[in-house]
């Protein structure tokens, strides 16, 4: 990570592994748990800053496969009024304390690739997406300085919404979210799009917690009565539960304002350790790992 990031364990045998230089403090029956940066992690920061900036932001996309399609202004116009409510949301998850950029405008690239072709590729479908808009962008894993909200045009690519870092993990750079460009209409494209975005900044799924995808409270659950009307919310909102604030305030690069707070955690709550967090990517045959 490139800031101090909080942790906060309720277990008292809990110890510090070797890996980092850490600050413990006691506050009642939690310990607080806070790395210091190092000086590989200044260095990151500062690369970052110089070459891309001061933080990642988020690039809308609309992708055309050869032979479909490209998007209508109105597309791109919903897509943006999307965006910006999805920015006020985590606002509101966040406690007004930061929120995600996004550039306002949407790009639209021209593929070679067709639908078929994508759809037939093994592994992940966003790999070969992402690997063309990167290649295109000239930019590697290391400097792109963009969670990608790809929104694919025409036919049923891909075949559901995805999303993931790029790097793996929290705070190692940008990201990308998939989504079908005839889902702009569906009523629940606004649940998703808040959801498949928290995957790209790093969050996990609440069952990867214990929790139940279908009944946690949290907006990165799949939570029936969380569903929004196209624009309009939801009689009964999502929340960003503990293990979905600490997730947030990991990756300094999206949110560099934002700290996990001991006020974030309620009464009584025992925040659960995250299990797996997300590999690299593979980027797909357009792109050179690097």
Not at 113 to 126: M, V
Not at 199 to 212: E, I, K, M, P
Request: net charge positive; aromatic share 10%; proline share 9%.
């Amino acid at each position: 990570m490139l800031a101090p990031a909080v942790l906060l364990l309720f277990s008292p045998q809990f110890k510090i592994v070797k890996g980092g230089p850490a600050t413990v403090t006691k506050s009642g029956s939690a310990t607080i748990i806070q790395s210091r940066m190092t000086k590989q992690d200044h260095e990151a920061r500062r690369f970052f800053v110089r070459y891309i900036g001061p933080r990642i932001s988020v690039l809308p996309v609309f992708y055309v496969p050869a032979g479909e399609r490209p998007p209508s202004d109105e597309a791109k116009d919903l897509l943006l009024r999307h965006l910006a409510v999805a920015q006020t949301r985590y606002l509101e998850f966040m406690g007004g304390r930061d929120t995600f950029r996004y550039v306002p405008s949407a790009l639209t690239f021209y593929s070679q690739s067709t639908s078929l072709w994508l759809a037939t590729q093994p592994g992940d479908e966003k790999a070969a997406v992402l690997g063309e808009i990167m290649a295109a962008q000239r930019v590697s894993r290391s400097n792109a300085p963009y969670v990608y909200l790809v929104v694919a045009t025409g036919g049923s690519f891909p075949s559901s919404v995805s999303a993931r870092p790029i790097n793996g993990g929290h705070n190692n750079g940008g990201g990308i979210a998939l989504m079908n460009a005839g889902g702009l209409e569906r009523d629940d494209f606004q649940s998703a799009l808040q959801r498949e975005l928290g995957h790209a900044f790093g969050l996990l799924s609440v069952d990867q917690y214990g929790y139940s995808t279908s009944a946690s409270p949290s907006f990165m659950s799949n939570n029936p009565r969380h569903r929004w009307n196209g624009l309009a919310p939801s009689p009964v909102p999502a929340i960003a539960i503990p293990e979905d604030l600490r997730g947030l305030s990991m990756n300094r690069l999206a949110f560099p304002n934002f700290s996990y707070r001991l006020y974030d955690l309620p009464s009584g709550y025992i925040i659960r350790r995250e299990r797996c967090p997300y590999p690299p990517m593979e980027l797909g045959p357009h792109f050179i790992q690097r």
